[in-house]
Each structure stands twice: as C-alpha cells, then as structure tokens.
C-alpha cells in the first residue's frame, strides 16, 4: 500500500499528492504535516528519539509524535493514528497549540523537510509501547527542563522541536493543553 501526503500550493492549500516514501529528499516539496507533544497527569511531556531508520534526523531527539495526514483525513484524526502507530498510545484532548507551522530544514545528509506543519497537545495515560522503526527511545520530562535542554544543546533535538519550542514559549502557550 502506498501512503500518501498532501502537497501544498504557496498560500498552503492542496495541491496534489504523492507517495510519502519518496517526497523527502534534497527538494523536499512543500506539504502537509503535523507535530505533537503528549502529556501526562504528572505534568510530564514526552519526548522521543528518532529511529537509526528514520531517513531524516535518525537518532535526534523530538517531539511525542510526527506525522502527515492521508488525502481527506482531519489533523485530529492523523495525530490519533500516529500516536497510536508510532507510540502505541491512544490519547485524548487532542488540542491546537499553533494552527500555522512552517520550516524548512536541511539534515546532515542532505534530505529536506518543507512542512506546513500545525502543533496539537494531547493527554495520555498510558505507557509508551514504541515502533521500533520509528522510535528509539522515550522519556517523560518536565517541560522546564525540556526547556532548558534545548536551549543548551539546540543540536541533539529536531530542529522543528526547536522553533515549535520557541514559538510556543513565545506566545505563552501551555504545553500541557
């Protein structure tokens, strides 16, 4: 089965589609993703480490969950999937933190990202079984030292992370939903 994402116009409407498997690459074009922070009743995120298998940023730590919806599918409903898929977890209080995402990133080998990428929250009370293939490792933290960690070490974290980080920082939105 080939997966799909959905490619956008400049004013970051649909354009088309096409097969996930080679839309990542040196001319990345742009499209349709999306980026999730999952917490806990602690008052902990989750964040993960990238696969050795992944093609862009294997190893890096990120964000909960990535991901880009199916044609026709709701930003919800792909986060729920993904979640679910890459982590294992069936989450709850999906929320919009930042409705207008956009970056563009280049890794060491040379594979661009070029995402219109909105930012959700979402709670969870289980424990993270993760996909080998996507996940490495995990760990719950609080958001301050999350915080702190990337502003030390920008480079061991996503560069999407990053500025996602920033940007809610900046607008004095809670990550905890």
Not at 47 to 52: A, E, Q, V
Not at 92 to 98: A, G
């Amino acid at each position: 089965m080939i997966e799909e994402v959905v490619l956008l116009d400049v004013k970051n409407q649909p354009a088309g589609t096409m097969d996930k498997a080679l839309v990542h690459n040196a001319q990345t074009p742009l499209h349709l993703a999306f980026s999730c922070y999952i917490h806990n009743d602690r008052g902990e995120l989750l964040i993960t480490r990238r696969s050795l298998n992944k093609i862009a940023w294997p190893g890096v730590w990120t964000n909960s969950a990535c991901g880009h919806p199916l044609p026709g599918e709701s930003l919800q409903a792909a986060v729920y999937r993904r979640c679910q898929y890459e982590l294992g977890l069936s989450v709850e209080k999906i929320t919009s933190l930042i409705g207008e995402f956009q970056y563009i990133a280049t890794d060491a080998s040379g594979i661009v990202e070029n995402e219109f990428c909105p930012i959700f929250s979402a709670f969870c009370r289980m424990v993270p079984e993760p996909r080998d293939t996507e996940v490495m490792d995990f760990q719950w933290v609080k958001p301050e030292d999350l915080l702190n960690s990337v502003r030390a070490t920008p480079w061991a974290f996503s560069p999407w992370m990053v500025l996602q980080l920033g940007q809610i920082t900046e607008k004095n939105l809670s990550l905890l939903g």
